[in-house]
């Protein structure tokens, strides 16, 4: 008997250790959404375990999923991030380098292979929003107390304290809350319809505090712009129509009502004609008016080199080659590897066949979910935020904005197409 319930506790010991061998790489993809919103360096280390984990699963079907475009593509802009090095002038190290930020997209035909097979990625969406959460409690810690900020302890160099801002920078922090705000409508409403009223409360609170976070403390201007277009997006494909206009004037009103209330606001909206101003009439360096310069200078740049552009790591060097005299104009004498357009990064490196390359990727995956769930809402919400801010910004290719892509594309992108699958 004795023997036989040994055999018996070795045998449940097995089952668990290989029934642990699909959950664990989930554990660890929720370890780096944790991580996300408050370190770079943490989120890396955490890859590694799961990159690890993630290689004794099945992996029989795992290059036949790689064909599929949403899989494909990511791996085909890599791949010819890659390639770009050998037509660059750039030096070697920056054409390396300038392969880093494209190189996370590999990590996303990963995560939905994994997600599509186990269903663990409720634990990547809540981790990511327990994290969110305390920074936004944090922020407002730092908000009334800026010699709060982890930013004065971890950043290189003298840091300026600025009120709100928590870790990292206010981009980021407005990129996070503004997702997670928008994310929570969705099961808000569906608890709602359930009767599940305390559950939709609790949401709805979290939701609200987002909100307050970047109206009373702060919020980046690209979130300012974006979040009412996503705000139409969702009303437009959850609400009757009817409903949906009626919710789209209701934010109206209340954007007119908070710019009244909000000193936050206010100074961010007016910092727009300010910024303008200050680099139309004096050709000073600011926000907005960089922001054109950039864009001025990378068309040309592409209009140099349109079909395969000037290879990968090219911009600053081309951006150097094309600086005015800083005394005269500073504005125009800037030097920077980051033109803050997505398309006209891609462009100028690329060409026409990377901007072609990175539109299919995002409308591959926008197509990705279509349907109804939790998963397809933030999946949805994901991309569309990314293509929305990379009018922008590079976010894209940088990293919070970028890893939050990838792990938002790849798990809601698994899941979607278990549930597809499964009806």
């Known amino acids: 008997m004795t023997g036989a319930a040994n055999e018996q506790q070795a045998a449940s010991w097995l089952g668990a250790i290989w029934a642990a061998r699909y959950r664990t790489p989930a554990r660890f993809v929720a370890l780096v959404a944790l991580l996300l919103p408050w370190t770079t360096t943490g989120l890396i280390f955490a890859l590694v375990p799961w990159l690890i984990a993630f290689a004794f699963v099945d992996l029989r079907a795992f290059p036949r999923s790689l064909l599929r475009p949403i899989c494909l593509l990511p791996i085909?802009?890599?791949?010819?991030?890659?390639?770009?090095?050998?037509w660059s002038d750039a030096p070697w190290p920056e054409r390396i380098h300038a392969i880093g930020p494209a190189a996370k997209l590999l990590v996303i035909p990963l995560l939905i292979y994994q997600f599509e097979r186990w269903p663990y990625g409720h634990w990547v969406f809540a981790a990511f929003l327990v994290s969110c959460t305390a920074l936004m409690l944090y922020s407002f810690a730092v908000a009334i107390d800026p010699a709060l900020s982890l930013k004065l302890y971890l950043s290189r160099g003298p840091y300026k304290v600025e009120s709100g801002i928590a870790v990292r920078n206010y981009i980021d922090q407005s990129?996070?809350?503004?997702?997670?705000?928008?994310?929570?409508?969705?099961?808000?409403?569906?608890?709602?319809?359930?009767?599940?009223?305390?559950?939709?409360?609790?949401?709805?609170?979290?939701?609200?505090?987002?909100?307050?976070?970047?109206?009373?403390?702060?919020?980046?201007?690209?979130?300012?712009?974006?979040?009412?277009?996503?705000?139409?997006?969702?009303?437009?494909?959850?609400?009757?129509?009817?409903?949906?206009?009626?919710?789209?004037?209701?934010?109206?009103?209340?954007?007119?009502?908070l710019l009244g209330v909000s000193p936050n606001l206010r100074m961010t909206v007016a910092k727009f004609q300010a910024d303008y101003e200050t680099s139309v009439r004096d050709g000073e360096v600011s926000g907005m008016g960089s922001r054109l310069e950039y864009w001025r200078k990378s068309l040309r740049f592409i209009a140099d080199a349109p079909l395969v552009g000037h290879g990968t790591g090219a911009i600053r060097g081309l951006f150097a080659s094309a600086a005015a005299d800083a005394e005269t104009n500073p504005l125009r004498a800037e030097i920077v590897s980051n033109p803050h357009n997505q398309t006209l990064s891609?462009?100028?490196q690329w060409g026409v066949v990377?901007?072609?390359?990175?539109?299919?990727?995002?409308?591959?995956?926008?197509?990705?979910?279509?349907?109804?769930?939790?998963?397809?809402?933030?999946?949805?919400?994901?991309?569309?935020?990314?293509?929305?801010?990379?009018?922008?910004?590079?976010?894209?290719?940088?990293?919070?904005?970028?890893?939050?892509?990838?792990?938002?594309?790849?798990?809601?992108?698994?899941?979607?197409?278990?549930?597809?699958?499964?009806?």
């Open 76 to 86: 085909a802009l890599v791949a010819l991030a890659a390639s770009g090095t050998l």
């Open 346 to 348: 891609v462009a100028v």
């Open 175 to 257: 990129q996070e809350f503004a997702l997670c705000a928008l994310a929570l409508v969705y099961p808000t409403l569906s608890m709602l319809r359930q009767g599940r009223a305390r559950g939709a409360a609790l949401f709805a609170v979290l939701a609200l505090g987002f909100l307050a976070n970047m109206i009373f403390v702060v919020v980046s201007r690209t979130t300012l712009v974006t979040l009412p277009i996503l705000v139409v997006v969702f009303a437009l494909l959850h609400l009757r129509l009817r409903t949906a206009l009626l919710t789209v004037g209701a934010i109206g009103l209340l954007a007119v009502l």
């Open 354 to 423: 990377g901007v072609l390359m990175l539109y299919a990727l995002w409308f591959a995956h926008l197509a990705l979910f279509r349907g109804e769930g939790l998963a397809c809402w933030i999946g949805l919400l994901v991309v569309a935020q990314n293509m929305l801010t990379s009018l922008l910004n590079t976010h894209l290719f940088d990293f919070t904005p970028g890893w939050i892509y990838v792990l938002g594309v790849g798990v809601a992108g698994g899941m979607a197409l278990a549930r597809k699958v499964e009806s």
